[in-house]
Nanobody, 125 residues
Framework: QVQLVESGGGLVQTGGSLRLSCAAS????????MGWFRQAPGKDREFVAA????????YYADSVKGRFTISRDNAKNTVYLQMNSLKPEDTALYYC??????????????????WGQGTQVTVSS
């Protein structure tokens, strides 16, 4: 069983930056395909970014491409989401997710097995 704990959310002005962290523990040895998703009030959970298990590939939603960067520190078992040039429409609860090993990192929530509790990001205009 993989446990995921997000941190780093907060209140920031338009144009500002935040870095979210997702600390992983438990599970089997090795890396997992990872994703970041977000959910705003009254909306469905949507894909933000994903990182392949190997770390060789990253994927982004069009709405965040060029502004957000997903990365991993293997020594710390932590995945990050660097968010720059934030906009009010980025306001949401951000979730970290892990898929089962040796599966693809996709943009679909149903492909991810393990989820964190979420961290709130609020961007003021």
């Amino acid at each position: 069983q993989v446990q995921l704990v997000e941190s780093g959310g907060g209140l920031v002005q338009t144009g500002g930056s935040l870095r979210l962290s997702c600390a992983a523990s438990g599970g089997t040895r090795g890396r997992y395909p990872m994703g970041w998703f977000r959910q705003a009030p009254g909306k469905d959970r949507e894909f933000v970014a994903a990182l392949a298990q190997s770390g060789s590939a990253t994927y982004y939603a069009d709405s965040v491409k060029g502004r957000f960067t997903i990365s991993r520190d293997n020594a710390k078992n932590t995945v990050y989401l660097q968010m720059n040039s934030l906009k009010p429409e980025d306001t949401a609860l951000y979730y970290c997710a892990a898929a089962r090993q040796y599966t693809a990192a996709t943009k679909f929530p149903h492909d991810y097995t393990y989820w964190g509790q979420g961290t709130q990001v609020t961007v003021s205009s």
